[in-house]
Nanobody, 124 residues
Framework: QVQLVESGGGLVQAGGSLRLSCAASGRTFSSYAMGWFRQAPGKEREFVASISWYARSADYADSVKGRFTISRDNAKNTLYLQMNNLKPEDTAVYYC?????????????????WGQGTQVTVSS
């Protein structure tokens, strides 16, 4: 398993940007597919984006396509989510997750390791 710690959340106005980071422990980070999920109050956790272990393939939820970019630096054991043109509906706790399946997935059941989450709040 890999341990994950998210950072970079905060309060931002609509139209603004934030960059989330997820620091992973362990020497096998590069062998995991990684993902970002989010959960808004009163709603179920939903898929945001995921990236394969070699970083050449990624997948995004339709609601964030063209605004969010997922990336990873395997040398630094770090996953990123660049979020631009943020909207109030992006307000949620954002979670980083790792999947031993290596290839990107939008299903939370494919991810076995999760971070504690970081709050993102977008004001209108």
């Amino acid at each position: 398993q890999v341990q994950l710690v998210e950072s970079g959340g905060g309060l931002v106005q609509a139209g603004g940007s934030l960059r989330l980071s997820c620091a992973a422990s362990g020497r096998t980070f590069s062998s995991y597919a990684m993902g970002w999920f989010r959960q808004a109050p009163g709603k179920e956790r939903e898929f945001v984006a995921s990236i394969s272990w070699y970083a050449r393939s990624a997948d995004y939820a339709d609601s964030v396509k063209g605004r969010f970019t997922i990336s990873r630096d395997n040398a630094k054991n770090t996953l990123y989510l660049q979020m631009n043109n943020l909207k109030p509906e992006d307000t949620a706790v954002y979670y980083c997750a790792a999947s031993a399946l290596r290839y990107y997935s939008s299903s939370s059941s494919d991810f076995g390791s999760w971070g504690q989450g970081t709050q993102v709040t977008v004001s209108s």
